[in-house]
């Protein structure tokens, strides 16, 4: 028996009308999965623009997905242990708390939000002292794990 082709797989990128990166995925039906997001996503009223790539495998998709998770750390992502394998430093704030499913930002006025898995705001601080900040986030994060 031969083996099947390996179908393509999509890999696509929300943005909002700023262009700032919202959120990457992969699918195999782009309708059926925008169509998701627009029902169970608080953030799908912000998306202005959808990208599509067209991978070959499932495989090489899953591939493009973690690596561009990693570099362009789009703001709704939450990482999945096995499904986006991503390399943290546990002693960084922003990767601890993605490492947890939550998103941390800074603004231009250096406050810095942490946000839960859900997009609610959790805490608000000033970010300009690293240890502090990494102390604030890991307590945040074993308050929202207890």
């Known amino acids: ?27 195999d039906n782009v309708r059926a999965r925008m169509t998701a997001h627009a029902r169970t996503q ?5 998306v202005a623009d959808v990208a599509v790539e067209t991978h ?6 899953l591939r493009a997905e973690a690596e561009a998770i990693r570099d362009e750390a ?10 986006v394998p991503i390399e943290y430093d546990l002693d960084d704030p922003r990767d601890f708390a993605a490492a947890h499913g939550m ?7 250096g406050l810095t939000r942490l946000y839960d898995e859900h997009g609610k705001l959790v805490m608000l601080t000033d970010g300009r002292n ?12 074993v308050q929202a794990s207890a």
């Open 130 to 141: 690293q240890e502090r900040l990494t102390r604030t986030v890991r307590r945040w994060v």
């Open 42 to 46: 608080p953030w799908w009223s912000d």
């Open 1 to 27: 028996m031969t083996a099947l082709p390996a179908l393509p797989t999509f890999l696509y990128r929300l943005r909002d009308s700023t262009g700032r990166l919202l959120y990457v995925g992969i699918t």
């Open 103 to 109: 998103r941390l930002m800074t603004d231009e006025a």
């Open 74 to 83: 789009p703001l709704w992502n939450i990482a999945r242990g096995q499904r």
């Open 56 to 61: 070959p495998s499932r495989q090489a998709a």
